[in-house]
Nanobody, 120 residues
Framework: QVQLVESGGGLVQAGGSLRLSCAAS????????MGWYRQAPGKQRELVAT???????NYADSVKGRFTISRDNAKNTVYLQANGLKPEDTAVYYC??????????????WGQGTQVTVSS
């Protein structure tokens, strides 16, 4: 069973930067697309960015040009470099992975979340 552990959240001033990391551990046939989502208080969880094993990326319009997603397939780790942070980026950031189990089932696995707070 695969588990995701996020790190790197915190408090930063507007205009600052943070780097989030998410490491996958456990047994699986494969880990396919990975990504970051976020949920602000009173709002629905929304996509931030995703990346395939081949490195194809997709970003929410609100973060394009400011955030960069990357991954290290050998380490089963995905990163989110967040620059030019704005107060509206404040949210709990969740890591997500599409996992194919050893029984060949496809499952979406979520991390526990890491808080990002941007002060104005």
């Amino acid at each position: 069973q695969v588990q995701l552990v996020e790190s790197g959240g915190g408090l930063v001033q507007a205009g600052g930067s943070l780097r989030l990391s998410c490491a996958a551990s456990g047994i699986a046939f494969s880990i396919n697309a990975m990504g970051w989502y976020r949920q602000a208080p009173g709002k629905q969880r929304e996509l931030v960015a995703t990346i395939t094993t081949e490195g194809t990326t997709n970003y929410a319009d609100s973060v394009k040009g400011r955030f960069t997603i990357s991954r290290d397939n050998a380490k089963n780790t995905v990163y989110l470099q967040a620059n030019g942070l704005k107060p509206e980026d404040t949210a709990v950031y969740y890591c997500n992975a599409e996992v194919v189990t050893i029984l060949r089932d496809r499952r979406a696995v979520w991390g526990q979340g890491t808080q990002v707070t941007v002060s104005s």
